[in-house]
Each structure stands twice: as C-alpha cells, then as structure tokens.
C-alpha cells in the first residue's frame, strides 16, 4: 500500500504493512484501500495558531479487499480534541494514537466518522498541510500533507467528494476559498463569516486546497468548444494584481491549446489560481484552485525576464492540463507518480513547443535532461520513473520521474506518431475517467488502441539509468552499401545489475559531403523513401544496411533526440563542424556543436592540443548564417555546463574544468570579438515581447556574456551601459549577471542600484541574490554569508533559499567545490539548520553533497566527511534518506 504510518510496534495488528519513518516502502506491497470512502465533509475554524477542524467522513468496506475490521487513519502532527462514531464519543480506549496515525479496532461495514483536531497553521514551516504565507492561510497536500490536516487514509487510490465549509475573521480573511463551486456563505455576529464550498468530483485527499486571506483578483472568462462559459480568477495580495496578465493570457492558451490538441474541456464552471510567496514547489494543481508560487505568476517586462515569460506559461499550462492527467484519472499510489508527472511534463513541452520555436524548446528540454537527469542517473540516488520503493516520497519529485518521465511518454508518440498517440490518450480516457490506476494503465491503453505490441516499453519504467547507445558505421564503396550497427547497454544502478535491452527509437539521417541529404532505403525495400527516417533497436547488437548509397556518408544520428540516452559515435571534429553546418535536423545541428565544445573542453582537461580555431570558425559560420534564427544560435553557442563535463569525465576535478572551460570561453571570444560585438549591436534594440524580439535578445546577452569574459575596460563599459539603458529584466540581468562575475568598480555600482530599485519586489531580489551567489569570483562565499543577514534574505522562505544557498551549491561548482571544503561545510551547515524549519527545501540542497565518489581524492573525502557529520546529527526522514543513501 502507498504508505500508511504508525509507529509500528508490538501489538499494531497488520505489522507488516505498516511503516513508519525511515522505513522503506515496496511497491510490491501494494493492497487495495481496506475502506472506500462516501464523502467527506470538512469544517474549518481559522485561527492563526489554533484552527480547530471537524471533518465528518462516511467510510465503507471495500469489497475487494481483505478482512478485518480495524480503521487505519493516517495522520501526525495535530491534537485530537474527539472522535464520534455514528454519532457516539468514543473514549480513549476505543481507539489508539500512533506516531503516524490512528487506529480503530472495532468499526462496522458503514458508519460515520467525526474527527475534531486542533492545528497550527502559523507554527507550520514546513509549508506542508495548512500553513500560512504573507498573513494568509494556504494549504499544500501533494503527497501526504492532508493527514496534518485531519486523520485519513491519505492515499491516492481513495477518492471522494469533499463539501469544505470555513470559518474566519472576516477583516483578516475577506476571501475564502476551496475546491469546485461555492454553494454558500454568511456572517457571524463576532465578526467572523463563513462559506461552504462543493466540490462534485471524487478527488484523492492530495488534490484538496483551502485559501483564506485578504486577496485581491483579477477576473476573466473562457468559453470552451461545446460553448460554456467558464469564470477564471487569480488571487494575489493587492500589490501584484497589475502583474497578472500574462498569467490570465497563458492560462486562456491552455485552454484552447488543449481543446484542439487532446479534445479535453474544462469541467467545472470556475478555475481559480492563487499566487503565494512561500511555496516548496513551482505550483500545485488542486482541483479547480491551483495554487501558485508567486514566481510563476507575476510578470511585466520590467520585473521579468523572457525565460520566466516562458516558463509562467509553460507551468500555468502544466498545471491546467493537470485537470485531466492527474485528477480526473490520478495515480494509485505514488510509486506511479510519473504516470501523471511525465505526462503532463510531456504535454507542457507540447504546449510551449506549438506557441513557439519548437527547436529552441527541444534543445531546452534536453539541455536539461542531460545536465540533471543523467547525472540523478549516475548518482546514489538514481531510480526508474517508477520507483520500486522509497522512504520518503517528497525525495521522488526528481527530473527523472518528471523529464525523464516526460522522454517515455514522448516515445509513444515517437513509434505511433501523433494520430496514434492521440488514439492512446483518449482510449486511455475512456477507460479510466474517474479512477486511479498504474503506468501499466497507461502502456496498455497507447498499445490497444493502435493494436501495437508495446511490452518492451515497461522496461523503461522498470529499469534506471541512462543507456549508452554505440554506432559504427561500415561502408561498402563496391557495392554502395552502408551498415550501421548499433549496440546498446546500460550501468548498473541500485536497484538491478543487470539491464534488459530497450526499445530505442533512433531517428536519423545520411549527408553526402556536399551536405545534402541522401534518400533513406533499407536493404530489402524497394524504392528508397525520406531523408530522415527512425530505426527500431530492439536488441543488445543489431545492424541495419541502406543500399544506393553513393559515397560514405556522415550520418547524422537521435535525431531531435529520439530517446534519452548517451549517443556514441567516432565523430571526427570536422564530422561536428560538418554537421553543425549542414544538417536539416536543426536540433542536431546544435548537438553536434555541444559535441564539438565538449571535445574541446575534454582535450584541454587532458592536457593535449585543442583545436580552439576549429570551433571559433563553426561559430562564426553559424553567427552569419541567415537562415538560422537566433535563439538557435544562442543555443549552439552556449557550451556545455561544468556539471556536463565533470558527468563525463571518470574522476572529475571541479576546479579545473571551470578554469578549462573559461579559457575556451576567453579564446573563441578573443578570436570572434569582431562579430561578437557587431550581433551585439546589431540586436541592441530587439524590444517587445514577441518571439522574435525574445530571441534576438537571447543572442545578443549570450555575445555579451562572452565579450565579458575579455574583462577589458571596453567590455565592461559596455556591460555596464546595458544594465543602465536596459529596458527589461531580461537586459538588466544579463548585465548584472555578467558583471557580477568581474572584478570592478561597475559591480558594485550596478548590485546597489539594482538593489536600490527592486528592494520592494521579493522575486526580483532573488535574482539579486542568485547573481552574486553565482558569482565566479574568489569571495563568493564570504559575500554569501554576509547575504544571509540581508533583509532580502529569509531562511524560511523557499524561493529565497534556493537563490542564495541553492545558487552557490548546485550552480556555481567551482566555488561549492573550494579544494579546502569551505563550501562543502557551509552547505552542511546550512541544512542541518534548515532541516529543522523545512526538511523538503532542506533534502533539495543536501543533494549537492551526493556525488563524492565521483570527485578527485580530496574532494571527495571533504565532502563525504560532510555527509557523515550530517548523518550524525539527528535528521528528517527527507534529508536522511538521501544522506543514508549517499554514504
Ligand atoms: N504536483 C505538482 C506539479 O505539478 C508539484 C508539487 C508536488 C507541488 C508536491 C507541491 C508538492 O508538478
Ligand atoms: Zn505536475
């Protein structure tokens, strides 16, 4: 089962089944729900720190599940005022309180629960169950934050309607809000009001929400496609209302978008969206009250830059398309997380990629796979998208189970094309509206409804790690033939030694040495069809032969990256320059260009000649090549990240790759500042919000970050003038952050006057803080520490703990990996604090303390001793199991 928790000891009577923290929990061990629940009624006093909740709970034997009559509540953290079943008080001994729940011996087939416990919403830094933020109340449940709230059995396979009534002071609290529809509300005579709130459909406890504060709103309407006429509302406090029309505009293209694309409709009549400052993740997606990081929401071109433009859609959407992957067919247990994780992720990526340059967003995406995923892959803590067990379940909302999981959903679509994949999602539909199911759910739908055999699919879900995948090309000049065989295997990882081969979709295509590309056909077709085409790999060694092929081709290979794996190929550097050149697939245009820096970068490490002129002049080709936009040559220029070069190098040395990596940066610079400063000028005036303005002026920040790297008096000049003209976040933080790695007198100059303005907008102070804990300069650390005094500064909130401390330790390794361990400590330092507060952000940056068998000998044993400090203090279960699993 998905995790019920009491303490476990002698006398618990299913002691098997039971877990309490620290004990890993089987998805082999999944039994259906003992109880189903009818409806649930929930009725909310609100006091800052003492909320008194009733929740009144028609519970049912499930018929397809074991005997016994005991009742298994989850629930921790509260005082329990009462317990009334079928209407009767039960005293003490009817009942026992464990550390993780509450047990009921003796209950009948039906009956009535009423619970009344008393919470501390204002005491609650760990900003999971009912808490608040800025003066007003919120709730965050996903996975398991309901049963702060009230004891029961929280897990996502019991689904109910919830009826939520609340009760507040009406000066503090004008608005309240929950799930669905509002059905009533009223005043009270002591200066309280109350409203009851219906939701209709059946949801698991995780998807409830409650908002009480004094909100300000912002209001719209949507008609969908069958002509309904749907309200939308977002909450923010008053000051930031001006700041939600882009939020409103991207949640009306959600809409529509996946209307046209998936046929899904909206189903109540009302969707509200609140914007809350402290919030562990980007966003939640509680049914019909999707609540918010404020990150995600306010936006204007003075406060935002174009990527948080793009990404406040992209989340508004996930969050959107959620209504349908996620809550109305939601997971079983959390083992299937990625079931709705990584389809949404999947459908998000659509989303942005149909609104906007689909390359860019590819690229994007795999950017980040690679630089995150992978290494979560090769890391301690590596696991499948479906975990097969787990401690703590806030540790498995990870890039793999969402982008990895997002990868696999993608490759439906790659072996059934987009009309085949949409067969597979509305029989999906079909199938399970209204129900909660398991990936297998979702495998057995996208292969009935196409009539495939898509059995081997399940070995992603089961198997973690990255596969390698090799090519060797053979060329047979006689009789124009050319072989590729491809062979597959994948590392070891903690949960299996030994991998079965998956199926790998490897998209492709041949370039003649003019660049043009070649006809495709397979030995044994026959006419030749296509220049790009996408071979099924099956095995653990296959080969597949083109025949009326005229001259040895370059193959250009993973085509818009057709499976998340590592490509291995003998690429020569005049392969890459070729390719970055000539191939139609724009994507592995900028691949090969990552390929070729990589190259590079590795040579340098090794201390062999570099050919540094080979790749200046691939960029230069690229710069003036007119039918390249420019965020694809913003793309291509931007060389792979240290974390990238430390994942490929067997024992990496932090220090030296960022020096290794900056050298490249000053040389291509140095012999490319003439076209790096003519783009710069040219694209000097990009202004507006269009894509085209947003790509120029991503290419244009990337020539200054690289002219930057020159540290002349002329660059820094320059930078410096961008930051005082600039016109937007964009600009303005380009600059900063180029200058915040420059020791001079503008630094100073332009942290201060960024300061001075933006001291009363929150997010844009976290930007402030981020440059100067990415700075690359030697005293980073020291300035970080000083920052942590900051007014702009707050231990207890999220957004502000991963720009300072999350910045420093995952984002700038040269410094976090100081060869005296400075960095390694103060990280240390920082969670055991933090853990106390608020053990998911803190269980977020102890992950920068993992990987220490990977680093150089005295890296390696600074921050493993780290980790055993760390282990020896007393911990939540959230940073315990990542620092037990890392030892
Ligand atoms: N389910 C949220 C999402 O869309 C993420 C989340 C998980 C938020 C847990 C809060 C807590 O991806
Ligand atoms: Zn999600």
């Known amino acids: 089962m998905s995790g019920h928790t009491c303490a476990g000891g002698s006398g618990c009577p299913q002691e098997e089944r039971v877990v309490s923290k620290n004990r890993t929990v089987y998805l082999k061990d999944y039994q259906p729900p003992q109880w189903l629940v009818d409806d649930v009624y929930l009725d909310f006093a609100l006091q800052p720190s003492a909320t008194e909740v009733i929740s009144t709970i028609r519970y049912r034997r499930n018929p397809l599940a074991e005997q016994g009559d005991a009742l298994l509540l989850d629930g921790h953290d509260m005082e329990l005022l009462s317990i009334r079943l079928d209407g009767e008080l039960l005293m003490p ?47 965050q449940c996903e996975a398991q934050g309901f049963r702060k709230i009230t004891y029961y059995p929280d897990r996502p396979d019991v689904m109910a309607p919830f009826t939520v009534r609340m009760t507040a002071d009406a000066a503090d609290n004008p608005v309240l809000l929950s799930n669905g529809n509002p059905v009533a509300s009223g005043k009270l005579d002591d200066g309280r009001h109350w409203a009851e709130w219906q939701d209709p459909f059946a949801k698991p406890a995780y998807l409830f929400a409650l908002v009480a504060g004094n909100l300000a709103c912002v209001e719209d309407h949507f008609v969908t496609a069958s002509g309904r006429t749907i309200a939308l509302r977002i909450y923010t406090e008053a000051h930031h209302i001006d700041q ?88 079983r247990d959390w083992f299937q997380l990625s079931l709705k994780e990584g389809l949404t992720v999947f459908r998000d990526q659509c989303f942005t990629s149909d609104l906007h340059s689909a390359a860019v967003k590819r690229i994007e995406d795999v950017r980040l796979l690679r630089a995150l995923q992978f290494a979560e892959d090769a890391s301690p803590m590596a696991h499948p998208i479906r ?24 490759l439906y679509q790659t072996l059934l094309g987009i009309d085949g994949f949409r067969r597979g999602m509305d029989l999906y539909f079909q199938r399970h509206d209204g129900q909660a199911v398991a990936t297998e759910d979702f495998l057995a739908a996208m292969a009935d409804a196409n009539d495939a055999d898509l059995s081997q699919m399940q070995r992603w879900y089961d198997q973690a790690g990255t596969p390698r995948l090799s090519v060797r090309m053979e060329y047979d000049s006689a009789a124009h033939r050319c072989t590729l065989h491809v062979s597959q295997s994948c590392p070891s990882t903690p949960e299996a030694e030994v991998k079965q081969p998956f199926l790998i979709p490897l998209a492709l295509g041949l370039l003649r040495a003019d660049g043009t590309p070649l006809a495709l056909q397979l030995a044994g077709e026959a006419e030749g069809c296509g220049s790009s085409r996408t071979l099924l790999v099956t095995e653990a060694e296959q080969s597949f032969t083109f025949v009326n092929v005229p001259e040895a081709p370059v193959p250009s290979l993973l085509r818009d990256f057709s499976a998340p794996v590592i490509l291995d190929y003998p690429y020569r550097a005049e392969d890459d320059a070729f390719l970055m050149a000539y191939d139609e697939d724009p994507f592995n245009r900028w691949a090969a260009a990552q390929r070729l820096a990589m190259r590079t970068m590795l040579a340098m490490l090794a201390g062999e000649a570099a050919d540094v002129e080979l790749i200046a002049t691939a960029f230069s080709r690229l710069l003036a090549d007119p039918d390249l936009d420019a965020a694809l040559k913003a793309e291509a220029l931007m060389l792979p990240s240290e974390s990238e070069v430390a994942d490929a190098c067997a024992v990496a040395d932090p220090g030296h790759i960022h020096e290794v990596r900056e050298q490249l940066r000053v040389r291509i610079a140095t012999l490319l500042q003439g076209e790096l400063e003519s783009t710069h000028a040219e694209l000097a005036a990009a202004s507006g919000l269009d894509d085209l303005a947003m790509q120029q002026r991503k290419l244009k920040n990337v020539c200054l970050s690289y002219l930057l790297t020159l540290k002349t008096g002329r660059v820094i000049e320059l930078a410096y003038r961008c930051f005082l003209q600039a016109a937007c976040m964009t600009d303005q933080y380009a600059a900063l952050a180029g200058l915040a790695s420059c020791d001079c007198a503008e630094r100073k100059l332009a942290l201060s006057a960024f300061e001075a303005q933006w001291q009363g907008e929150a997010n844009v102070m976290g ?37 300072l401390i999350g910045t420093f330790a995952l984002r700038n390794p040269a410094l976090f990996h100081a060869i005296d361990g400075s960095g390694y400590r103060f990280v240390a330092d920082q969670v055991l604090q933090l853990d106390r507060m608020n053990p998911q952000v803190a269980a977020r940056m102890v992950r920068a303390l993992m990987n220490w068998k990977r680093l150089e000998p005295v890296r390696s044993g600074l921050m493993r001793a780290q980790l055993q400090r760390l282990s020896d203090a007393g911990l939540s279960a959230d940073v315990g199991e990542i620092v037990s699993k890392s030892l």
């Open 93 to 139: 001994e009817r009942y026992r309180v464990h550390a993780g729940g509450l047990e009921i011996p003796a209950v009948p087939e039906r009956f009535t629960l009423e619970v009344t416990t008393r919470i501390d919403p204002q005491g609650n830094t760990s900003l999971d169950g009912l808490y608040r933020s800025g003066g007003n109340y919120c709730t």
């Open 244 to 331: 939600c029309d882009h939020a409103m505009a991207s949640l009306k293209r959600a809409m529509r978008w996946d209307e046209e694309r998936f046929g899904l409709e909206y189903d109540l009549d009302l969707f509200m969206l609140v914007a809350v400052d402290d919030f562990n993740m980007g966003a939640m997606e509680n049914k019909g009250l999707n609540i918010f990081n404020s990150q995600l929401v306010f936006a204007s071109p003075e406060i935002a830059t174009d990527d948080d433009y793009i990404s406040i859609e992209a989340v508004i959407g996930h969050e959107y398309f959620h209504n349908w992957t996620g809550n109305r067919v939601t997971c």
């Open 387 to 410: 975990p097969a067990s787990y401690m703590e379940i806030n540790n498995f909302y990870t890039v793999t189970v969402y982008e990895k999981g997002a990868e696999i959903v993608r």
């Open 767 to 803: 930007k402030w803080l981020a440059v100067q804990a990415g700075s690359s300069l030697p005293d980073t650390l020291e300035q970080v520490k000083q920052l942590l005094a900051h007014p702009a500064f707050d231990l207890r909130n999220p957004n502000k703990v991963r720009a």
